[in-house]
């Protein structure tokens, strides 16, 4: 019989997982991570089921896209075969924006909506949240200037890494959780429910 503490300890082994295989492209163990009915993933560049994102992200690696996670403190409420797991952690992402190579470096947190699955701890819903960020540019002698009008499409907590995905060519998705705020709550509000046996992970859509 699993305890929580064991619990605890392989959930946190499933996010680690996720954000090694991930950035290595170890597409094939990567995708025993998620639910095999459910999985879902939302970023601000991507909102679907698990196997598109896998097909996608395998994509955008394979043509040299530059995303790495990075991971800090971990908890896990778990109830039964269900938890909801939270990891502070950070996005970077390398390209360049009007010519100039650039470095963006976003910080928040994995929220991830989890369930046991013959055995094992899948991700059923990862829902980052994104709560604030930076862009620095690599070379110090280069110069950019930055689309104010754009820049302030996007909530704070991902301003310069919406900006430059969008540059990049992908539609960013606007109102996605931050620091404080409505949407957040409405996140744990889902998480709690989740916990206490709600049918679906809230409405990831």
Avoid at 178 to 188: A, F, M
Wanted: with cysteine; aromatic share 10%; glycine share 10%.
């Amino acid at each position: 019989m699993p305890t929580i503490e064991t619990d605890k300890r392989e959930l946190r082994q499933l996010v680690e997982d996720w954000a090694l295989w991930r950035d290595a492209g170890d597409w094939e163990r990567f995708a025993t991570l998620w639910h095999p009915d459910d999985g879902w993933m939302t970023a601000t560049w991507f909102q679907g089921p698990a196997r598109d994102f896998i097909a996608i992200s395998r994509e955008g690696f394979d043509n040299g896209v530059s995303i790495l996670h990075f991971l800090g403190g971990h908890t896990a409420d778990v109830v039964g075969d269900r938890a909801i797991a939270q990891t502070k952690m950070s996005i970077n992402q390398r390209a360049e924006v009007d010519g100039v190579e650039v470095d963006i470096v976003c910080t928040g947190r994995f929220y991830d909506f989890c369930a046991r699955h013959e055995g094992a701890w899948k991700i059923v819903r990862r829902q980052p949240i994104y709560e604030k960020d930076r862009l620095d540019v690599v070379d110090p002698s280069a110069t950019l200037s930055l689309d104010p009008q754009l820049l302030g499409r996007f909530p704070v907590g991902y301003r310069h890494l919406g900006y430059l995905q969008t540059k990049a060519g992908f539609t960013v998705k606007t109102g996605l959780p931050g620091l404080t705020g409505e949407v957040l709550q409405r996140l744990c509000e889902e998480g709690a429910k989740w916990l206490a046996g709600s049918r679906t992970p809230g409405d990831p859509h």
